[in-house]
């Protein structure tokens, strides 16, 4: 019997010569020889494939039965075809499961109760580039029953001269949203689907991205170990206990949709935030915008992982006797970075962003007044002139000329809920706070006071000195992710970035691991899967965003960072990490999280010539980005109020790839080739040695409101797809877009496309 720590360890099988099945006995039942019957009761969340390589591939069912509460003997065959005429010969091979015989056509495999009833299956010993069939059994008193067949394919011989196709999906939110892009996807003939984030989402109908309907709706059985939440007078939960998590991989793997999807590839994935916690760094979640209750939940972070070892089909780093440890601390108790060969010409490169990454650098419970960068720091680093961003700030809030001051916050920091140390510690002073800043709160209660307080007057500031503020970086609010994750003012922020200590992403140990694995790569393209967006997205509210006259009063601070989130907000190993790539030849990004199509050819700050390729997909079923922006403009404390943001998300595409010039002249991205914000849907690349092409399927968000998984759905459905075709050429750093039949290549000096 197999140990009860052993299970997590995936099931090892070396398969050997193919066999062809003879008259039905009893037990042979089990080989596919005897008529069965074909039951998702047993099998809800059917099958699925994952991590190809030359000679393996992981096999993963669930399996459903009783109680729930007693493990269950099933049994594994392969097959070279899908009548399964031609049986592979399998022998048990790990030291933790006793092999019964010389090998046969049947491997016995258990499903715990304690784990969920998954069960995964390592088969070694497959031939390279070829497709094979398998299914699963389960006997019982009633007979012999059957998962759906499962489709799967290895990755062709590192020397083998042969193209390769694939898709690339994230962000599959399950609430309101039909997997529409998915039906499309399982009609596609290609080699695997990289999946780069956002499988689940572990929220049960946040407002800001979720609109769950009587369809497309979950709700905890365990919610007692769920985090109750509140936005806009809605009621949702969170999940934090491995039941809920658990919960929500079994309801997004019962959609036939999806289903189709592992049953005809092999899916090779990573996760983004969702898996455990939206805009999440280490085992820390952000739903409370800093407060101290959610930082460093270890059991929830670890219940989130546990679940994605069991339902995702991986092939882990550590080897074949790697095992989940529950003892074990995150990000210890599991590894997700791993690479793939595919012939030779594709070596994919497969990362985590989320594990060992460092909080965001503007705090969101940061006191928006506190001044971060003095002027003697600015003079250093920007010389004798003082950056535009750069505002006064009254040098010691403590002085007895600024009492007034200090006792005005005092007194209204039970209101405004911030803390009356002003973000300062007992042994920090001075304290140093904007004055700008004073201003804008005296400003705010001498609309609601009789007794007016006085503002600080431009001749009085005039003698003060310039620094950064939190305020100056667009925190307007206390607990706010407005100025610390989103909508962050970008000069203002690069300078403060650039003072700051290095903040990682990827860790030392995945760092190193990632630039030594592209550096002595071979293969003619390696292909990052990266989570989130490389190409900077930055837009510019000095550009007119609608026809009508501008309004008279002055518009939000111009250049935002929309999203601090993601690489922007963490520029130094961006830059560090692109210079990697953009010294080998022939690198490209293919990225998710966005919720957004884009094509671009990102460099670092410090060179204009040095880039590489990125191709961003969109989301799956997540609402688009579009849809999120308005969303995010309404809530801004100031945006809110200004009448011209209102545009910002219905020109988000433009806004996004153009910017203005210091005479007001408007002007393209450089870097940021296309953008599609308001589509769903997937891309397939096909590599070979020439070439890389990317074809963008785009399906509006109107077309996810009812299902289209049927194949009388399937013209219906067509109807509904656009294209854009993207490519880059081996031995360039040059992107090309398909128009009307030629290709049109970028030209980022013009920030154009080329006749």
């Not at 991989?249 to 969702?274: K, N």
């Not at 030392?508 to 592209?518: G, L």
């Not at 922007?568 to 022939?586: H, V, Y």
Request: proline letters at 6%; charged letters at 25%.
């Amino acid at each position: 019997m197999m140990r009860r720590r052993d299970f997590l360890r995936a099931t090892l099988v070396t398969a050997g010569s193919v066999v062809v099945p003879t008259a039905c006995s009893e037990e042979e039942g089990m080989t596919g020889a005897c008529d069965v019957n074909e039951d998702d009761t047993f099998f809800p969340q059917s099958v699925a494939s994952g991590d190809p390589r030359p000679e393996s591939v992981v096999l993963w069912t669930r399996l459903v039965d009783g109680d729930g509460k007693t493990d269950l003997n099933l049994a594994l065959v392969v097959a070279l075809d899908e009548a399964f005429t031609q049986l592979v010969e399998l022998r048990l091979t790990s030291s933790t499961v006793a092999a019964t015989g010389s090998g046969g056509t049947r491997v016995p495999v258990t499903a715990r109760a304690e784990f969920d009833h998954c069960v995964k299956v390592k088969v070694n010993g497959l031939s390279p580039g070829t497709t094979y069939y398998y299914r699963f059994y389960y006997t019982t008193g009633n007979g012999c029953f059957s998962s759906r067949v499962g489709r799967t394919r290895t990755a062709p011989a590192p020397d083998a001269d042969v193209p390769v196709r694939f898709a690339f999906v994230s962000c599959q939110d399950y609430l309101g949203r039909f997997y529409n892009a998915y039906a499309a996807l399982a009609r596609q003939e290609i080699d695997f689907v990289v999946h780069l984030g956002d499988y689940i989402y572990e929220t049960t109908g946040d407002p800001s991205s979720q609109t769950p309907s009587q369809e497309r709706t979950i709700a905890f059985s365990d919610v007692e170990g769920a985090i109750a939440l509140e936005a806009d007078d809605i009621e949702f939960h969170a999940a934090r206990s491995l039941s809920n998590y658990r919960e929500l991989y079994r309801t997004y793997r019962a959609d036939r949709a999806l289903q189709r999807v592992h049953e005809r590839f092999p899916m090779i994935a990573t996760w983004s935030d969702h898996e455990f916690s939206d805009d999440c760094h280490g085992a820390t979640a952000t739903y409370l915008d800093g407060q101290g209750a959610e930082r460093g939940d270890e059991d929830r972070r670890k219940a989130a992982n546990q679940a994605w070892f069991e339902y995702m089909p991986v092939d882990y780093r550590a080897g074949d006797d790697f095992q989940y440890s529950t003892a074990a601390k995150h990000p210890d108790d599991i590894t997700i970075y791993r690479d793939f060969t595919f012939g030779k010409h594709v070596h994919l490169v497969m990362t985590d962003l989320r594990s060992y990454r460092a909080d965001h650098l503007i705090p969101e419970d940061a006191f928006p007044g506190k001044v971060v960068v003095n002027e003697a720091s600015l003079v250093e680093k920007f010389g004798a002139v003082t950056p535009p961003f750069a505002s006064p700030y009254i040098p010691d809030i403590d002085a007895e000329q600024h009492r007034i001051y200090r006792e005005m916050f005092e007194e209204i920091a039970p209101t405004f809920g911030f803390d009356p140390s002003l973000g300062y510690g007992p042994s920090e002073r001075p304290r140093i706070i904007s004055a700008t800043f004073v201003n804008t709160i005296v400003a705010k209660l001498n609309e609601q006071r009789e007794e007016q307080l006085p503002l600080i007057g431009k001749n009085e500031m005039a003698f003060f000195e310039r620094g950064i503020s939190y305020f100056d970086l667009g925190k307007t609010d206390y607990l706010s992710k407005f100025g610390s994750r989103y909508f962050v003012i970008k000069d203002a922020f690069d300078a403060v970035s650039d003072l700051a200590e290095d903040a990682p992403v990827m860790g030392d140990a995945q760092s190193a691991w990632f630039k030594d694995t592209i550096e002595k790569s071979e293969s003619t393209w390696k292909v990052w899967g990266n989570e989130y967006c490389l190409s900077q997205l930055i837009i510019d509210n000095t550009i007119p965003s609608s026809e009508e006259p501008p309004p008279e009063d002055p518009p939000p601070p111009p250049r935002f960072y929309m999203s601090c989130d993601g690489w922007d907000g963490f520029r130094k190993e961006r830059n560090d990490i692109l210079g990697t790539l953009a010294a080998q030849s022939n690198v490209v990004a293919i990225t998710g999280d966005l919720h957004a199509f884009v094509a671009g050819t990102p460099a670092g700050d410090t060179s204009s010539s040095m880039n590489i390729v990125e191709f961003v997909v969109a989301a799956i079923s997540s609402a688009t980005y579009r849809s999120l922006l308005r969303k995010q403009v309404a809530a801004h404390p100031i945006l809110k109020d200004v009448p011209q943001s209102a545009n910002i998300a219905d020109n988000i595409e433009k806004l996004l790839v153009e910017s203005a010039t210091a005479d007001g002249a408007t002007v393209r991205n450089p870097r940021l080739a296309f953008c599609k914000a308001a589509s769903n849907g997937f891309c397939v690349a096909e590599a070979n040695a020439d070439e890389f092409v990317v074809t963008m399927h785009m399906l509006p968000d109107s077309a996810l409101a009812a299902p289209l998984y049927e194949e009388a759905d399937e013209a219906a459905l067509k109807e509904q797809i656009t294209t854009e075709r993207f490519k880059t050429v081996a031995g360039t750093r040059d992107l090309y877009r398909e128009e009307g039949g030629k290709w049109k290549k970028w030209n980022p000096e013009a920030a154009d496309w080329d006749a």
